[in-house]
């Protein structure tokens, strides 16, 4: 257990148990901190199940980006959970989550999905366009019509107003599976980009020494036009070690 512990950074009720390849929430996580934590980073880990969150009850954000979380991803029912961020992943049906998100997560009004298959964004889907990637938001905000933030842009009025009218009908067609030729995710092709919510940049990202280009947006819900990092991420930080 004390071993297991010094692998965690803890500042206050923010929680981060970040680039130990685990594959699912390790136990003594929740036992020692689920009942007080508000905020969990999960980030750069091997993680294909989200089971353990049952009892982080409080949980207001969660960040698991570049993990290995897909479409069977279940969530427990947090009430409070406002921020969510699944960056990075390998999600590719985006109405399945969108339905799952609304049952579970009744509060959320930021959501980011960028680096998924689900998410058609230029950046890191080059056959994508920025038509593909309106078309993805008029669908999600459809879908989840609190929603305030979706990925790295502040959801507008006009977008609201579209996605009541024809949001429905805006969801992009993945190409049939035969068609696709998307190679494994590897160190050899990695993603460009992972945007974190600031609050995401604990002591480990800080020393990360790679380039990073600022957005506008942000991650709380008591507060504006914070930056976002747009970094090009190969694999994790350094993590100093909080007891």
Same mark, same amino acid.
């Given at each position: 257990?004390?071993?297991?512990?010094?692998?965690?950074?803890?500042?206050?009720?923010?929680?981060? +148990? !970040?680039?130990?390849?685990? &594959?699912?929430?390790?136990? =003594?996580?929740?036992?020692?901190?689920?009942? =007080?934590? &508000?905020?969990?980073?999960?980030? =750069?880990?091997?993680?294909?199940?989200?089971?353990?969150?049952?009892?982080?009850?409080?949980?207001?954000?969660?960040?698991?980006?570049?993990?290995?979380?897909?479409?069977?991803?279940?969530?427990?029912?947090?009430?409070?959970?406002?921020?969510?961020?699944?960056? &990075?992943?390998?999600?590719?049906?985006?109405?399945?989550?969108?339905?799952?998100?609304?049952?579970?997560?009744?509060?959320?009004? +930021?959501?980011?999905?960028?680096?998924?298959?689900?998410?058609?964004?230029?950046?890191?889907?080059?056959? %994508?366009?920025?038509?593909? +990637?309106?078309?993805?938001?008029? =669908?999600?905000?459809?879908?989840?019509?609190?929603?305030?933030?979706?990925?790295?842009? %502040?959801?507008?009025?006009?977008?609201?107003?579209?996605?009541?009218?024809?949001?429905?009908?805006? %969801?992009?067609?993945?190409? &049939?599976?035969?068609?696709?030729? !998307?190679?494994?995710?590897?160190?050899?092709?990695?993603?460009? +980009?992972?945007?974190?919510?600031?609050?995401?940049?604990?002591?480990?990202?800080? %020393?990360?020494?790679?380039?990073?280009?600022?957005?506008?947006?942000?991650?709380?819900?008591?507060?504006?036009?914070?930056?976002?990092?747009?970094?090009?991420?190969?694999?994790?930080?350094?993590?100093?070690?909080?007891?």
């Amino acid at each position: 257990m004390a071993r297991n512990e010094s692998l965690v950074a803890l500042n206050g009720t923010h929680l981060s +148990y !970040i680039g130990h390849d685990c &594959k699912e929430i390790p136990p =003594f996580l929740g036992d020692r901190y689920g009942r =007080f934590a &508000k905020r969990l980073d999960l980030s =750069f880990n091997q993680l294909r199940s989200l089971a353990g969150l049952k009892v982080f009850t409080g949980l207001e954000e969660l960040v698991v980006d570049n993990n290995l979380l897909g479409n069977d991803l279940r969530l427990p029912r947090l009430p409070n959970l406002h921020t969510l961020t699944l960056n &990075k992943n390998q999600l590719t049906d985006i109405e399945a989550l969108l339905d799952h998100l609304a049952d579970v997560t009744p509060a959320l009004e +930021y959501l980011s999905l960028l680096g998924n298959e689900a998410c058609p964004n230029q950046l890191v889907s080059p056959d %994508k366009d920025e038509d593909d +990637y309106q078309r993805y938001r008029y =669908f999600v905000l459809h879908k989840l019509p609190h929603l305030k933030f979706l990925d790295t842009r %502040k959801v507008t009025k006009t977008e609201v107003m579209e996605a009541t009218a024809r949001g429905a009908f805006m %969801k992009v067609v993945k190409p &049939k599976s035969e068609n696709l030729s !998307i190679e494994p995710r590897s160190e050899s092709y990695p993603l460009p +980009y992972t945007p974190l919510p600031r609050g995401s940049r604990d002591a480990r990202s800080h %020393k990360a020494g790679r380039s990073a280009a600022s957005l506008t947006s942000p991650c709380r819900l008591h507060r504006e036009n914070l930056p976002f990092l747009l970094s090009t991420l190969c694999g994790p930080p350094l993590l100093p070690l909080c007891h």
